[in-house]
């Protein structure tokens, strides 16, 4: 499969612990967002990268929330100290466009519950 | 603050008829346009785009109407079938120079009745 992978696909958790997703983009793509999508709304922009570096930030992503693409292939997305506003799906998506437009690839999504 | 919205939350059509969403937006800067489908348990898959300099834009089954005069948008799928079954999401990208900072409607149901 050449798509877009994400892992753990669910991920239960309780409250105050740390989680870490990990996506691993189409490769041949340089560009690497992170959405977060909760339950009956569409997804939400978190975050991007372009090769390794993190271009942009929303400011739905608090200070407990870190992201990473170290050698511009795979990312993680890591929270601290989670809390049950933190439950939702965590997609992942990719493209090799630099530009506004163009086909966005998304993983299927991490889903985290927090208890 | 601005955003992406839908018409109707929920829409059922019968297999073999052709089905619209509708999509309203509200940030008259938008200039690129994405229709993404999203089945149970997987992540949103693109169907169709369009750039506010064309009013419409035909795909396999799938036609996308641009009316930015007020800010609408829609989605036509030609003799639904069961596999079209599925949530449909209107996005906008206000930075069409920039990433592809989605802003994404709140979603419409499509259920196809055999």
């Known amino acids: 499969d050449t798509g877009v992978s994400q892992n753990p696909r669910h991920k239960i958790t309780k409250r105050g612990q740390n989680v870490t997703f990990r996506c691993d983009p189409i490769s041949e793509h340089n560009r690497l967002y992170w959405y977060r999508q909760t339950l009956g709304q569409g997804p939400e922009f978190l975050t991007y990268f372009q090769n390794e570096a993190q271009l942009e930030k929303s400011r739905l992503l608090s200070d407990r929330f870190s992201a990473e693409r170290p050698k511009g292939s795979f990312s993680t997305l890591e929270i601290q100290r989670t809390e049950q506003g933190d439950s939702a799906m965590y997609l992942c998506?990719?493209?090799?466009?630099?530009?506004?437009?163009?086909?966005?690839?998304f993983g299927e999504g991490s889903r985290l519950t927090v208890l | 603050g601005e955003s992406v919205g839908l018409h109707l939350p929920t829409l059922s059509v019968q297999e073999g008829d052709n089905s619209i969403i509708n999509c309203a937006y509200s940030n008259s800067a938008s200039d690129y346009f994405i229709w993404y489908k999203q089945e149970s348990g997987k992540g949103p898959q693109f169907i169709i785009d369009?750039?506010?300099?064309?009013d419409k834009r035909q795909g396999q089954r799938v036609t996308v109407l641009l009316n930015k005069t007020v800010k609408h948008l829609s989605l036509q799928i030609a003799a639904t079938q069961p596999g079209d079954s599925a949530v449909y999401f209107c996005?906008?990208?206000?930075?069409?120079?920039?990433?592809?900072?989605?802003?994404f409607g709140q979603g419409t149901r499509l259920t196809i009745n055999p």
């Open positions: 369009i750039r506010s300099n064309m």
């Open positions: 998506a990719s493209s090799w466009r630099t530009g506004g437009t163009g086909e966005l690839f």
């Open positions: 996005a906008e990208n206000p930075w069409d120079q920039g990433a592809q900072k989605l802003v």
